[in-house]
């Protein structure tokens, strides 16, 4: 057994993990718009599923708790019963 193994483990470890950190740090000091910009945008793309995916289901089992029995059934509810019509078209 190499008893270097984990020596080598501990530096992928920090190359993978703490480098991406280093990297955003750095961006955000940078003196340039688009750096702050860039990794301000990119927070915002990790949140967005939240508001896609999460939010609307809590939304529909507080506004129809009784319609909703599965999760599987929480966009169609709000869809069907939020929407008009002719955007529905179901």
Known sequence: MDRNIFWRANFRYLVLVYRPGDCA???LRADEGHAKAGTIFAGFLKILP???L???GIIA???FPDQVKKPDYAYPTLV???LPVAWSDW
Do not use: E, Q
């Open 80 to 82: 069907l019963n939020l």
């Open 50 to 52: 939240v508001f896609l």
């Open 25 to 27: 740090a750095r961006a």
């Open 61 to 63: 089992f507080a506004l």
């Open 54 to 56: 999460v939010l609307p």
